[in-house]
T-cell receptor, first 116, second 111 residues
Framework: AQSVAQPEDQVNVAEGNPLTVKCTYS??????LFWYVQYPNRGLQFLLK??????LVKGSYGFEAEFNKSQTSFHLKKPSALVSDSALYFC??????????????FGKGTKLSVIP | DAGVIQSPRHEVTEMGQEVTLRCKPI?????LFWYRQTMMRGLELLIY????????DSGMPEDRFSAKMPNASFSTLKIQPSEPRDSAVYFC?????????FGPGTRLTVT
């Protein structure tokens, strides 16, 4: 079985400071990892993914994430936070299923608040 | 592309009534997922389809819930009869190669 842990329910950061939203995972096999963002009253929006290759992946809106196999982590980062980054962030993991589809397992989400 | 389309965006109904939620996936995507999101339980996968075939419906809460995908461009999630505890935001998502693209959701309120 696969699982995702987002250990922080909420992260507060001052505008302009670097931000990190943590994610650890557990799968049997090679993981495919994703980050999504959800703004109030909206659907989840895809930010970035790790499939294979370079451990540092870059995504939308200046976000990046680093895959660390030994620590089974995939933390989301941004060098300089904006107030508009305030939202709910979800980490997700999957492996290719026998049916050829990708059933994602989502974490519980981390609420990011960027303080002006 | 217009993205994943869901209708209605809001639904208010009385307990015992039938509710049908609709989803149009992104053209060319071969997988479709139905999720439910509440404050208490977070994001839950209800069912997903691959090439219009239901693959895993283990997340469907009970027999009151049913989902269909008659063709590649349309899916429905039906609740009959509805109950107040079904109140939630229901999302549809589609995918082709891993990342899922979510619709705006249907906010269901059952009174």
């Amino acid at each position: 079985a696969q699982s995702v842990a987002q250990p922080e329910d909420q992260v507060n950061v001052a505008e302009g400071n670097p931000l990190t939203v943590k994610c650890t995972y557990s799968v049997s096999g090679n993981p495919y990892l994703f980050w999504y963002v959800q703004y109030p009253n909206r659907g989840l929006q895809f930010l970035l993914k790790y499939i294979t290759g370079d451990n540092l992946v870059k995504g939308s809106y200046g976000f990046e994430a680093e895959f660390n196999k030994s620590q089974t982590s995939f933390h989301l980062k941004k060098p300089s936070a904006l107030v508009s980054d305030s939202a709910l962030y979800f980490c997700a993991v999957t492996i290719l299923s026998g049916a050829g589809s990708y059933q994602l397992t989502f974490g519980k989400g981390t609420k990011l608040s960027v303080i002006p | 592309d217009a993205g994943v389309i869901q209708s209605p965006r809001h639904e208010v109904t009385e307990m015992g009534q039938e509710v049908t939620l609709r989803c149009k996936p992104i053209s060319g995507h071969n997988s479709l997922f139905w999720y439910r999101q509440t404050m208490m339980r977070g994001l839950e996968l209800l069912i997903y389809f691959n090439n219009n075939v239901p693959i895993d419906d283990s997340g469907m809460p009970e027999d009151r819930f049913s989902a269909k995908m008659p063709n590649a461009s349309f899916s429905t999630l039906k609740i009959q009869p509805s109950e107040p505890r079904d109140s939630a935001v229901y999302f549809c998502a589609s995918s082709l190669k891993g990342e899922q693209y979510f619709g705006p959701g249907t906010r269901l309120t059952v009174t």
